[in-house]
């Protein structure tokens, strides 16, 4: 009895050792993409530091699945830039080039109108309904760097949510089953 | 211990590190590149200057632009967006600038810019301080990689002004 205990004991002890092992490396991956991100918002002063360009209307510049890594600093936004902005109302934020800028003498404000280069007009029929111009809360950053093609990874699994889920469960898997 | 899915894994990990390190090295060497662009640009005409229904003033104006942006061209340039701005000081504002002119290079052999350009984008002032007006052209350019930083670079033309008067 007492030998075939010990064995049952020391498999048990082991399995439980193994997934707690697993389960901390598991961690360790979400948590060091986390701080990887988090990273990046702090480094680059802006809420969401990489973007993925979704239309055409920056083309021949950027096309659909490219990525653009955006700064927030403190300097004034001038014409040319590249800005990401937000609209209220609308969920998805829009990469356009600056065409317009009016700063205020003294506050400083600005008045900001964009324009795609593709596209034939300005965005003033992309604002919400009779806005003029974007403010500087309306930007989230400006493009500073730019990579092809990398963003159609997440175009593909935000529009076949299956192949994320495969990919998750592959992942899954290959953390689970993987031994030291 | 190197099991399919750690080959793979390691592989994977390398050609993404070597592709970031290309990016930053090409990146690097954009940075030494030093451009020595050459333009000018001239006012010719005001077409027509007045006074718009919502009460800002409108300008619509030729001008003639000789510029020649092939030195922005490196080997790592995929396009060069180059646009002309009006540039101005009012009493509300303390920068106003307007795009008057813009143009998509995508290689070198068209960057030498020989244009009458009537117009492409109206000047329109938020307010009515453009008569008698002192208005400075300025050439823009923005430069876009094929992998990597975009870089922006801009050089003062000419100043003109605008009539004391409108015209109609």
């Known amino acids: 009895m007492g030998f075939i205990g010990d064995q049952v004991e020391s498999i048990r002890s082991m399995q439980v050792r193994?997934?707690?092992?697993?389960?901390?490396?598991?961690?360790?991956?979400?948590?060091?993409?986390?701080?990887?991100w988090k990273g990046l918002m702090v480094a680059t002063g802006s809420e969401s530091p990489v973007v993925v360009v979704l239309s055409g209307s920056m083309e021949p510049g950027f096309?659909?699945?490219?990525?653009?890594?955006?700064?927030?600093?403190?300097?004034?936004?001038?014409?040319?830039?590249?800005?990401?902005?937000?609209?209220?109302?609308?969920?998805?934020?829009?990469?356009?080039?600056?065409?317009?800028?009016?700063?205020?003498?003294?506050?400083?404000?600005?008045?900001?109108?964009?324009?795609?280069?593709?596209?034939?007009?300005?965005?003033?029929?992309?604002?919400?309904?009779?806005?003029?111009?974007?403010?500087?809360?309306?930007?989230?950053?400006?493009?500073?760097?730019?990579?092809?093609?990398?963003?159609?990874?997440?175009?593909?699994?935000?529009?076949?949510?299956?192949?994320?889920?495969?990919?998750?469960?592959?992942l899954g898997l290959l953390v689970i089953t993987s031994k030291e | 211990?190197?099991?399919?899915?750690?080959?793979?894994?390691?592989?994977?990990?390398?050609?993404?590190?070597?592709?970031?390190?290309?990016?930053?090295?090409?990146?690097?060497?954009?940075?030494?590149?030093?451009?020595?662009?050459?333009?000018?640009?001239?006012?010719?005409k005001i077409n027509r200057f007045h006074k718009q229904i919502n009460g800002n003033d409108k300008v619509t104006l030729t001008f003639s632009l000789s510029a020649n942006l092939e030195s922005l061209f490196t080997w790592n340039t995929k396009q060069v967006f180059a646009f002309v701005t009006a540039e101005y000081e009012t009493a509300k504002n303390s920068l106003n600038q307007v795009s008057l002119w813009d143009n998509i290079i995508p290689d070198k052999d068209q960057a030498n810019v020989q244009v009458e350009v009537k117009s492409k984008y109206p000047l329109i002032d938020q307010g009515t301080s453009l008569r008698g007006k002192k208005v400075q052209l300025v050439l823009h350019w923005h430069i876009m990689p094929n992998a990597g930083a975009m870089i922006r670079g801009k050089m003062p033309l000419s100043e003109f002004t605008l009539p004391d008067t409108y015209t109609s």
Not at chain 1, 18 to 36: R, Y
Request: proline share 3%; aromatic share 6%.
């Open chain 2, 1 to 44: 211990m190197h099991s399919w899915g750690t080959r793979l894994l390691a592989a994977a990990t390398t050609a993404a590190v070597l592709l970031v390190a290309a990016c930053a090295a090409a990146s690097a060497l954009d940075a030494f590149h030093v451009p020595s662009v050459e333009a000018q640009a001239h006012v010719t």
């Open chain 1, 18 to 36: 193994q997934v707690l092992t697993q389960i901390i490396s598991l961690g360790m991956i979400v948590t060091s993409a986390l701080i990887i």
């Open chain 1, 63 to 170: 096309k659909r699945g490219d990525i653009l890594f955006l700064h927030m600093s403190q300097d004034p936004i001038r014409t040319g830039e590249i800005v990401v902005f937000n609209i209220d109302g609308r969920e998805i934020p829009i990469v356009h080039r600056v065409i317009k800028v009016h700063e205020r003498q003294e506050s400083g404000e600005v008045d900001i109108l964009t324009k795609g280069d593709n596209n034939f007009g300005d965005d003033r029929l992309l604002y919400a309904q009779g806005q003029l111009w974007l403010q500087k809360h309306h930007i989230m950053g400006r493009a500073v760097g730019y990579l092809p093609y990398v963003g159609w990874v997440t175009i593909v699994m935000t529009e076949k949510p299956i192949i994320k889920y495969l990919l998750i469960g592959a």
